[in-house]
């Protein structure tokens, strides 16, 4: 009998986020994929998720999702978990669905495993790939039994399409208690930048403790914006208050996969190769022939980035011309 896998899809203006679809496709490859979708757009999204790989959707409509923070969210999947059992409960990792999975773990007792980058079953047994600490990878499973809860690492996964496979429906109409409705949202503050966003983008280049000063940083911006990327950094420079944390790539920041990555001035801590070494094409510029970075570059560059930087903006901006 197939593993049912479930996944928690997020909705953000009414549209599934792309993290969520790719865990749906991740759990069809595991099992019999279900999805559960919750919010005023539930009904539009349902019909949507089986091309991403659900076989059956839970939906439900009730606006309350969208306007209290998380608690409803718990309450049904709380229920829902108990009446159906699934062998596994699968949620990319954000910070609205961490928090989910944390409610229902010690609300259920269920076992929670996060940072996943990997996910198979042998027989009935799950195993996790989780990194550990750097360079360490270790397997993880559920020692209990029941439905054990999983949150992936961002970008762990491609999205999947399942041309024409459509998904039965299931609307659910059950009511939120009053006590799952106290932590409203009140306002929705979005951030204004240009550009792509960095987890998105194709092209990314950062910046690293190699700039020297947070006045330099406009390099690695400027050659991002000519060449329609995201600029990125480091955390060590974030740690330093140059940068938000938005902006920091790597294990306890953003992963990113684009097809170019530039590292400048980044000399390659293992903590920010997690982060960016699934990028298709990686450029290291750097003054030290001997750092870490140029380990993993497809082309690397030993220099100043404070003289190259400027140079390869103006040269990309010639070419454009």
Request: aromatic residues 6%; charged residues 20%.
């Amino acid at each position: 009998m197939a593993n049912t896998i479930w996944v928690l899809i997020e909705l953000d203006n009414g549209e599934p986020l792309r993290s969520s679809l790719e865990v749906l496709g991740k759990a069809a490859k595991l099992g019999r994929a279900e999805a559960i979708v919750l919010g005023a757009a539930a009904a539009q999204v349902a019909p949507t998720l089986g091309e991403y790989g659900a076989e059956k959707v839970y939906a439900h409509t009730d606006a309350a999702y969208d306007t209290y923070l998380t608690l409803p969210a718990v309450e049904t999947l709380s229920n829902l978990l108990k009446q159906h059992q699934p062998t596994l409960l699968m949620m990319a990792t954000t910070y609205d669905l961490r928090d989910i999975a944390a409610r229902l773990n010690v609300r259920n007792n269920m076992g929670l495993i996060t940072d996943a980058t990997d996910l198979t079953f042998e027989g009935e047994s799950l195993k996790v790939t989780v990194p550990w600490g750097g360079e360490n990878v270790v397997t993880a499973t559920h020692p209990q039994q029941g439905t054990g809860i999983v949150l992936t690492r961002p970008k762990a996964f491609a999205l999947e399409r399942y041309e024409g496979r459509t998904a039965d429906i299931e609307h659910l109409n059950v009511s939120i208690r009053a006590k799952a409705q106290t932590i409203k949202v009140l306002d929705d503050v979005v951030v204004e930048s240009t550009g792509p966003a960095l987890e998105d983008a194709t092209i990314v280049v950062s910046g690293g403790r190699g700039l020297s000063k947070p006045e330099n940083y406009h390099y690695v911006e400027e050659l991002a914006a000519a060449l329609g990327g995201a600029p990125g950094a480091t955390r060590a420079i974030v740690d330093a208050g140059w940068l938000p944390y938005s902006y920091q790539v790597g294990q306890t920041g953003k992963t990113v996969k684009p097809t170019l990555y530039i590292a400048a001035g980044i000399s390659g801590a293992i903590q920010h190769l997690a982060g960016m070494k699934g990028s298709k094409y990686i450029v290291a510029i750097n003054k030290d022939e001997h750092a870490p970075i140029f380990s993993i570059a497809d082309y690397g560059v030993i220099g100043d980035a404070l003289s190259i930087l400027p140079k390869l903006t103006e040269e990309i901006k010639r070419r454009k011309r």
